[in-house]
């Protein structure tokens, strides 16, 4: 199959049809509270995209073989409530065509309608939150779709989510969190061993969908977040873990979100399109 990246413009429809996996860039920023410009953060990851090598060492793959389709943005400056509408509408496409479908925020609320895309589709699924941030206030500015609520929302579509990394919690939210389905970073790096990402895993679903806000990500390593936050996970730990979700279940969807890009410090951009297409690469070997 001839190679197609989702740093391809200019190719970007020309094999959506054998694609097995298909980029959706929503570079939408409208209820970011700090620093803007998770807008600019797809646009980052596609240039860095094609600057990487397309051979994976540790899975021994190519998955650009399998066919990356990248489509037009979701670019309509609406209220949160109509893009996370129009990120639902474009994903339950891509579903019904049977495309693999990774979302690139902006920021975490459109991550809302890809939820409510996969709900359409699996009757039993669960989301595992990898992030800095609960995100469970029942509504934050007097709106329930801000990026402070993600997880609230998706809590009301599946009751199965896991919390991985968080590190930064209001007090209104605790009544929202699962203590038995939260897995603070401090007590991650606390552990003397991989032990808790098997805990992780046994209280998933089968069918298991991820979404990644980059602040999970300690600074050291993520610095371009609009709220990044100390502490936080290594690349490392993030892939052992999702290497190993992905031998135990089947993981049906990606968003990476909250990428906010420095136009001098260009390794984040890097990381997170490496972190992606290494994602890919785990979840497609065969």
Same mark, same amino acid.
């Given at each position: ?21 298909a ?10 509270t700090w ?13 860095a995209?094609?600057? $990487? ?16 389709? %990248?489509l ?14 129009? *990120?639902?509408n474009?994903?339950? *496409? ?21 939820f409510?895309?996969?709900?359409k ?8 939150q ?7 206030r ?8 801000n990026?402070?609520c993600?997880?609230?929302?998706g809590?009301e ?11 930064s %919690?209001a007090i209104?939210?605790?009544?929202n ?19 808790? $990402? ?19 990500l ?15 996970l ?11 979700i ?7 969807g ?9 136009h001098?410090?260009k390794?984040p ?15 497609f070997?065969?």
């Amino acid at each position: 199959m001839e190679k197609l990246l989702y740093g391809d413009f200019e190719e970007q429809y020309t094999q959506y049809e054998t694609a097995e996996i298909a980029i959706l860039p929503v570079p939408y920023d409208g209820t970011s509270t700090w620093l803007k410009g998770a807008d600019k953060g797809p646009q980052a990851i596609l240039e860095a995209s094609p600057n $990487m090598e397309f051979y994976d060492i540790e899975t021994d793959s190519e998955v650009y073989r399998q066919g990356i389709a %990248t489509l037009d943005a979701i670019t309509e400056d609406s209220s949160p409530e109509a893009m996370a509408q129009a *990120v639902e509408n474009r994903m339950d *496409v891509l579903l019904r065509d049977k495309k693999f479908p990774v979302l690139l925020g902006g920021e975490h609320s459109v991550s809302i309608g890809a939820f409510r895309a996969i709900a359409k589709h699996y009757a039993t699924f669960s989301i595992l939150q990898l992030d800095a941030h609960s995100d469970m206030r029942d509504e934050y500015e007097h709106s329930p779709y801000n990026h402070a609520c993600v997880m609230a929302r998706g809590k009301e579509i599946t009751p199965s989510i896991v919390q991985v990394g968080i590190r930064s %919690t209001a007090i209104e939210e605790k009544h929202n969190i699962d203590p038995t389905r939260i897995f603070y970073a401090h007590e991650i790096k606390e552990s003397e061993d991989s032990t808790w $990402m098997y805990e992780v895993s046994q209280k998933l679903h089968d069918h298991v969908y991820v979404t990644i806000d980059l602040d999970v990500l300690d600074p050291a390593y993520m610095p371009s977040t609009g709220t990044p936050e100390p502490d936080g996970l290594t690349y490392r730990q993030i892939l052992n873990l999702l290497k190993l979700i992905n031998e135990r279940h089947n993981i049906i969807g990606l968003d990476v979100v909250e990428l906010c890009p420095n136009h001098i410090n260009k390794a984040p951009d890097f990381l997170a399109s490496k972190l992606i297409y290494q994602i890919l690469s785990i979840r497609f070997k065969q």
